[in-house]
């Protein structure tokens, strides 16, 4: 397969299809589908488990659920809430949320920008509970949650001067959570994939991925805290379509040839551009629901 | 050529660079150029005259200016200015601003995605006086406009269940403007038009352009006054870069052999995306005010 | 009472309050008054029957509904529920909705201004269906309703140049429907009845009224069609709290003593400033939930 | 003079001008006021200079810069560049810019609440320089600027569950700026000062200052680097409003009777209400603008 570098999927998921396509399977690589037919949605767990599996994973050791819910994009209020129920689900699995625990949901993401609105859109609709627990106790709620909840926007790089790690690294080492949750936008490798499918993953956000990429990855290695990622594809990168499109024809080509085939083809301004729906704004709006209901879910007792 | 019909842009400009490419002139279109090498804009004014030059070039007979400006999507304040300049001088020429009239701008386009917010933000940065001097007449202004300025954002169909046209037509109706001017964003063809370029022509906007498509016009002939159109493309659409990056192998093939080589490349779901910068957000912000301010010059007593 | 022309209250339940005060019963004004101690809701209907009635109310004939909901403010969703479901049920009663009929929805007020913002943020959350309906027919819809919804979102007169009322006369001339809903943020006399009060009225909005006052009504002789008036009171105006606050004090004076002592108490500016909670932000995020959620209820087929 | 307690000023000059009614001299304050009368613009510096001085202005020692300019709220381009000049000038007093600095802007304040959103808008207007400076070297830049320039939007508490303070101190303590310069809407004690004045001092944001007040400050105390404050008054308390217009009234009686009184007019909810110009989004708008300006001058190298 051609241009692995250069053409990017934020799901671990479009990386284990890569490889079936080749028939190849991956030492330390665990994947488990489970389809519920009823209720429309499908489940697949993507364990990487060694650090040869990493490497040819191109992604740190861990979980990866990827959550393919291809009516998700539509108006339809009981689907959305199988959809949370699901990824609340998984959340608990994650986080152990028998005990009280702090909890800070960090919005990734460019408000400005539609397509790359979703963290800071799901981060508005969440209710912040850490402050009436500090100032008031835990009788201060409406007895549906225990865990203290905090939550920030940290805004984009062109907007702050600022890495968005070096943001969440302050907050984190001055309130001390016990865990991290960061919800972000993703790139797809396909447009089938697109806000039809949700990624939640307890290795964190890494560098490059999300639609304004970020430099630098938000991880337990740098916040000092466990960090769960939660992301939506909202884009495919433009380059992607082209070269997609142009995937049987590379085929064809050696090497050298398909090398100077792409340089003419994709120009570079096409590297910063994107793809995404003309409604991705109803879109948006319903998937930001949907992750805060799914996040609501799993704060709420049992 | 090929897939003509299905590949669109907004801008006359490419339609007549099509024809330069293949070496066919049109007869009753009439193109001039003017390169100001100092400000660093090119301006080119494309005239329909006849039947058959609005037929080849697909567009009603009129006048369509293109203002292209390279550095228009920089932060460069002086520099916007200019383009804002150009912009007057041409709405001068289409418009008789040297009595007093009533000018009703419409913002088209969606607010609530990026790419397609220009039309609505040149509205917001725009100074309302009919209200003023209806009903304290032009002495309660500061002396720099004679002019009942009015504007509306109308949104879009799925926001509003109306087409835009029936909105427009009915404020058009009751406070009878003498001139409408509508500001969109388009879609261009090429990557390298986009956020540079602005489109002012007297012909109005037509249906089927926009980023999410006009499903009817707002034209002279269905509003009953002159229709003027500004727009810049913002987009462009998704399924014109993919056929755009296979130009050279589609001439190798057949007709027939071509359209299903098409069918098969571009999925059907490609032609409901757009493909836009990732600053989008910065980019439509400088637009807007350099667009409104265009206006804003325009509408000042010179 | 003094000051009355001036102390403004945009609730037919204030006005009649005050009568009651006084002890003075109004030929040609019923009130009837139904209290649901479990649901924690008080819901009056002042029904003004006659001219004498209309002229002692500053109100024209007809019928206006208050649904006072103390807890209306905060975040209950079940409480919210309830409600919407009064709201609907009051709906069904002014408009004939067992027969297909086509609906505008009128969001008033300023979008910029948070406490006036109730009307856009309530035509926001409208699912519209009347471009479906006759683009695709009746089976394109999910089947939970027949009638045709469109709305709009006029701006205030800074904003557009034109008075409210002509551009929504403009629309209705041109898109003919059955009925106009307009949705407006009110003026209250006293801050107990803020955000947890909702009035509907078939008599529609009339000038003077709404937080950013109308100069024009939308009534049925102006639009040629039915209005109903769905307010809910979100500010007090700065000049009544004062007042109100000297209200015992003033009647201890002699009339001309009054109005000279209220001429140097309120400066002339208080007019032009209104008086709201500082958490606005959050109750009108949940009131415009309840009322469009009356409106969807409303519309959906029994 | 009554009250004092519980009614509420954010301006230091404020408290200035009460105790010049009073004709009492306090030690420890200097007061030095300067009109430019052609520019229209009054700068009173009122200087802290010790404890004794601080407890009777129930502020802590520094200085206290206010610039009153009564066309501020008005649409008046160059009048508002003149007071950006004022603010710069005074900024470049406060703080050391002839040496290459690193400067974070907190926008403190609420954007969904437009009163209190002037903080966020002034972060929104500003250009930010310290990734590209660390990225790329002064040299990336277009000369007009040395500084390290970082923003931040943090929220309030309901929305983020964190105070404030911990945000900022966080940040600070992890990107380590030479100043902080925090932005915010402040609450007058008169309706003549809103929207028209401008307090810049080095002291800081304090405790229950803010629309929404703060509960904990932002100082060089707490976040261990120097803090300037710069706020505009856009609200007035609700109770303010209220105990002023009875103030002649409250001098007739003795000090028992008038907290009884107080506590009868002033019923509690009014403490959480506050009282704006109905235009306020033209304002903020307006003022946002005015004081990024002043911030962007400043930054300029001279």
Do not use: W
């Not at 551009?273 to 409604?279: H, I, L, N, S």
Request: net charge negative; aromatic share 4%.
């Amino acid at each position: 397969m051609t241009g692995n570098g250069r053409i990017r999927t934020d799901l671990a998921l479009e990386t284990t299809e890569r490889f079936a396509q080749e028939h190849v399977e991956i030492r330390g690589v665990d994947i488990q589908e489970d389809v519920d037919e009823e209720k429309h949605i499908r489940t697949t767990v993507v364990k990487i488990t060694t650090e040869n599996g990493a490497k040819a994973m191109g992604r740190p050791q861990g979980n990866y659920i990827t959550i393919e819910a291809p009516d998700l994009s539509m108006a339809d209020e009981d689907y959305h809430r199988e959809v949370s129920g699901e990824i609340a689900r998984h959340l608990r699995q994650l986080i152990d949320l028998d005990h009280e625990c702090s909890i800070l949901i960090v919005g990734l993401g460019n408000r400005a920008v539609t397509a790359d609105s979703l963290g800071p859109r799901v981060v508005d609709n969440l209710q912040m509970t850490r402050h009436l627990i500090r100032e008031y106790g835990l009788k201060s709620l409406d007895g549906n949650t225990i865990h203290q909840i905090s939550g920030i926007i940290p805004g984009v790089m062109a907007q702050t001067g600022m890495e968005t790690s070096e943001i969440v690294q302050g907050i984190a080492a001055e309130t001390k959570p016990d865990v991290v949750i960061a919800v972000d936008a993703l790139a797809a490798r396909s447009i089938r994939r697109l806000n039809r499918t949700v990624q939640i993953t307890d290795t964190g956000i890494h560098p490059g991925s999300g639609v304004q990429n970020h430099r630098t990855g938000l991880t337990e290695e740098n916040l000092q805290v466990k960090v769960i990622g939660i992301g939506v594809p909202t884009v495919v990168d433009a380059a992607t379509i082209v070269h997609d499109s142009m995937a049987h024809l590379l085929d064809t080509l050696e090497e050298q040839e398909q090398k100077e085939f792409l340089e003419e083809m994709i120009t570079p301004n096409l590297y910063s551009m994107f793809v995404t729906p003309k409604d991705v704004d109803e879109t948006i709006k319903y998937l930001s629901f949907t992750v805060s209901e799914g996040l609501n879910l799993a704060f709420r007792e049992v």
